[in-house]
């Protein structure tokens, strides 16, 4: 509705009946185009009045010289698709309003664009007399949040993907009716929803009566306007039908005056609902319909800029399919020059699909979708097409070799099949000799130290290869490639000299190739940078690369900083909703898993620290994690240090062990010691308890080599992790105290918060266990970690701290003998316990982490669930507890 709403309207129709209103009678004109739902807001209007409700206008006036006759008194008469009334009606109708009787309310609901005479819903005749408040009420188009309203009682909010109310809005042009109708089709589908609406039938019928109205020599503008399916002009429509202008412009009038064609108000016509386009498409004889295809490709190739994706549909549906291919390269093109490659990709994927492609063209169009699928998002369909077409045979070799180079990085990168994309990539600096500019891409791109295989020399050869060849051809792009590619090179192993080449990436340059990859350097020197340590650099670097991609249509790289942004975050303590926004990003990239890796490291750290420890291994080595031994090296050792310290809490010191030999092999192949800062501590600690105190001494001594002259703030501060778990496991507290309490103090410095609790926790621990002076001091870190862990929300840690905490609590903090009441409420020991069971760990887990018995876990479970009434332990929540002193075990 526009001006007045529902209830304003009861109101109005309401003034003829009450005495307020002095009894004069009122007239609402409700107009709308059909669908609209003129009829349906009559019948509310009609429910529920105190007075009769009447259909004829005969029996809602007085009978003549019987003003107390059983008409008369107020009334609300509704005289629905006046429209299509005959000539009796309305002159019964305009007789009553010319002298209406007082209490009369009556409401005409009609379709404007249907009316004999425009403007005048009772024919040449309509007057209305002086006496009548007339209001006139326009029901229009819905809005797109009304559309999500329907859409979601019809079918379900877990059936209506984020982008549905608006794609039923754009087809159904807000349509009440069709809205319905369409949601009716998807109500009745099982599976997946379609990616396109086929006009529903009551649509369908309207279109085609509308058109049949027409004389013969008149439908041509309206086939016209369902080819070219976007409102044009009287005499574009002229054209395409082909018609003479002077007779295009009286069929165009005939058209709207049978409402056929809908005026757009900007000297342009077409259909009110864009389905109904379809619609009347789907009716024409092929052979009609590919003329008036040619005609619409003839047309739009004039305009400026031309329309070419538009160009390359009508000249396919015609049969001209060398004009087609010429246009759908000409459009994808255009896309990727404007950083839309997702369309690109999109437009020549679907060519590259419909059917065999001469030779001439196919290698045109696979070289472009290739640059484009790498700088956009996984597409199997993409991956599919090049494959086989780098298995060709008859490819000239030059040109393979250019397929095969962004082949290879599109396996690294989007699908992650990095062993696979490093030997296209090998074999393409093979047959790319005689082409310096691709062959230095591709040299620059086995430089990525990311991925295992290659160790770092052999990185930086190939960087040092590619910056050769690329300052000697001297191609923008190029350049712009092998530079954001050297910048990760050096900054990933902390090389200083990184910096002033990241403030030299070309933000600005031309063309937008160059910017994304400036965009791709920014991401990547981010993501460095959070695995070093320096994390105010790696936030200005996001903002402005993030920023950068999304301008430049660098999708892959946008997509890539998005995770770099929640590692980030979960380092620096920014935990509050980390978990919803991680899971947000999993569950966009759906079927490729791979796009969402950091995501999924992020979720599995944060369920480790909360206790959730079958979630841990779901995300960090379920089905869907990215491959450890294959995938890229810092998330692999992250992940490994992650999973070391689950099985070393799990008491699996074998496993535990194991793992550890695995990662530290991977990290010892690559070279990259900076990415040991997630790993070292666990690996070391793991080794020791183990029983191989030297090969533990050995690998804290590989680490601390790795890192001479390094700028690795994270890395430094881990060293000193190592250096004390290695000597608490080899029964040296003392030096395991004094290099914890400096692990804690760089972690401070990062800021690290959930690091430095966990260093500071175990450098009270190593003092409180060899007794002596600075217990006191020592049982204050415990209590202020617990703290720190609670404000994290690492529910395990905090749980595990306090019961640390219990057993060193000075003998006059402790409580005498007795339990307190607690009621109803919880006990501190219960709501541990309930918490770590909600978060899925079993008893035996709960009692290894809180230094308890089984039997006594047990019992805590009990009394949490009778105290809560939870049904299950996932059920078990929290509950605002008691103040008062722990009780004893």
């Excluded at 809908?262 to 259909?271: E, I, L, T, V």
């Excluded at 305009?303 to 390269?329: D, K, S, T």
């Excluded at 183990?690 to 533990?696: D, N, Q």
Aim: hydrophobic share 45%; glycine share 10%; charged share 25%.
């Amino acid at each position: 509705m526009d001006a007045l709403n529902e209830t304003a309207l009861r109101h109005l129709l309401a003034r003829a009946w009450t005495a307020d209103g002095g009894g004069r009678p009122v007239l609402l004109l409700v107009e709308g185009e059909a669908g609209t739902g003129k009829s349906r807001l009559l019948a509310r209007l009609a429910h529920g009045v105190p007075v009769p409700v009447r259909t004829d206008p005969q029996t809602a006036a007085p009978a003549e010289g019987n003003a107390e006759g059983p008409a008369a008194g107020p009334a609300l008469l509704l005289a629905d698709d006046v429209h299509r009334a005959g000539p009796e009606l309305r002159a019964a109708l305009g007789a009553l309003l010319a002298d209406p009787p007082a209490g009369l309310a009556c409401v005409l609901g009609y379709r404007p664009e249907e009316l004999d005479e425009p403007g005048l819903p009772l024919g040449p005749d309509t007057e209305y007399a002086a006496g009548l408040t007339v209001v006139r009420h326009h029901l229009g188009p819905l809005g797109p949040e009304e559309v999500r309203r329907m859409a979601a009682a019809a079918l379900g909010a877990d059936r209506c993907p984020p982008d549905l109310a608006d794609r039923l809005h754009r087809a159904a042009g807000g349509t009440a009716q069709v809205v319905a109708d369409l949601l009716d089709l998807l109500a009745a589908r099982e599976g997946r929803l379609p990616d396109a609406f086929a006009p529903p039938p009551r649509l369908t019928a309207l279109a085609l009566r509308r058109t049949a109205a027409l004389p013969a020599g008149h439908r041509g503008v309206v086939h016209a306007a369902a080819v070219l399916g976007e409102p044009a002009t009287a005499a574009e429509l002229a054209e395409v039908a082909g018609l003479a202008p002077d007779t295009g412009r009286t069929a165009v009038q005939a058209a709207l005056r049978t409402a056929a064609l809908h005026d757009h108000g900007d000297g342009r016509y077409g259909f009110r609902v864009p389905l109904a386009a379809a619609a009347v498409r789907d009716h024409l004889a092929g052979p009609h319909r590919e003329e008036l295809h040619g005609r619409a490709a003839d047309l739009l190739v004039r305009r400026q800029p031309v329309p070419w994706e538009r160009v390359a549909g009508h000249r396919r549906a015609c049969g001209r399919e060398r004009g087609w291919l010429h246009a759908v390269e000409r459009a994808a093109q255009r896309h990727a020059d404007r950083g839309d490659l997702e369309r690109a990709v999109a437009l020549l994927e679907s060519a590259l699909a419909t059917g065999p492609v001469p030779e001439h063209a196919r290698s045109r169009l696979v070289t472009l979708l290739a640059r484009s699928a790498v700088m956009g998002l996984r597409s199997d369909r993409t991956l599919a097409v090049l494959q086989h077409i780098v298995a060709d045979h008859g490819l000239a070799p030059a040109l393979r070799g250019e397929i095969r180079l962004d082949l290879g990085l599109l396996l690294c990168n989007q699908i992650g099949r990095c062993t696979d994309g490093l030997a296209e990539l090998e074999r393409a600096v093979g047959e790319l000799q005689e082409q310096p500019v691709l062959l230095a891409r591709a040299m620059s791109a086995l430089s990525m130290p990311y991925w295992p295989g290659a160790p770092l020399a052999e990185n930086v050869a190939w960087i040092e290869r590619a910056l050769a060849v690329s300052e000697q051809v001297g191609d923008p792009v190029v350049r712009a490639a092998v530079a954001a590619n050297r910048v990760s090179v050096l900054l990933n192993i902390g090389d200083p000299a990184a910096w002033p080449l990241v403030d030299a990436l070309p933000r600005d340059g031309e063309p937008v190739a160059v910017r994304q990859q400036a965009a791709r350097g920014l991401c990547n020197a981010a993501d460095a940078a959070v695995w070093i340590g320096h994390y105010d650099r790696s936030r200005a670097l996001l903002g402005e690369g993030v920023a950068l991609a999304a301008r430049s249509g660098a999708s892959y790289a946008e997509q890539t900083g998005r995770g770099c942004t929640l590692v980030l975050d979960w380092a620096t303590g920014r935990w509050a909703g980390l978990a919803g926004r991680a899971g947000a990003l999993v569950a966009e990239a759906g079927d490729m898993p791979f796009i969402a890796s950091d995501a999924r490291l992020v979720l599995g750290l944060l369920a480790l620290a909360r206790g959730a420890w079958a979630e841990t291994e779901e995300y960090l080595s379920g089905p869907d994690a990215p491959d450890r031994d294959h995938g890229p090296v810092p998330l692999s050792a992250a992940s490994s240090g992650a999973l070391i310290r689950l099985a070393l809490a799990r008491e699996d010191t074998a496993g535990a062990a194991a793992e550890a030999a695995l990662a530290w092999d991977r990290l010892r192949a690559k070279g990259v010691w900076a990415w040991a800062a997630e790993l070292a501590p666990w690996a070391v600690e793991a080794t020791a308890r183990a029983g191989a105190a030297a090969a533990a001494r050995e690998m804290a001594a590989e680490f601390a080599a790795g890192l001479d002259g390094r700028d690795a703030p994270s890395a430094e501060a881990a060293l000193h992790w190592t250096r004390a778990a290695l000597a608490e496991a080899t029964g040296d507290p003392e030096t395991a105290r004094t290099h914890y309490e400096r692990a804690a103090a760089g972690y401070r410095a990062l800021p690290r918060p959930y690091h430095a609790a966990l260093t500071a926790a175990a450098a009270a621990r190593c003092t409180l266990e060899a007794g002596g002076t600075g217990t006191e001091a020592a049982v204050e870190a415990l209590a202020d970690s617990a703290a720190a862990f609670e404000a994290l929300g690492a529910t395990w840690d905090a749980a595990r701290t306090r019961a640390e905490l219990r057993g060193h609590r000075p003998p006059e903090d402790r409580r005498g003998p007795g339990r307190p009441a607690y009621g109803d409420l919880l006990s501190p020991r219960e709501e541990e316990v309930a918490r770590l069971a909600a978060a899925g760990m079993t008893n035996r887990e709960i009692a290894a982490a809180l230094h308890l018995s089984p039997r006594t876990v047990e019992q805590h479970v009990a009394r949490a669930l009778q105290k809560t009434g939870a049904r299950s332990r996932q059920q078990l929540t929290a509950v605002p507890r008691a103040v008062a002193p722990t009780e004893p075990d």
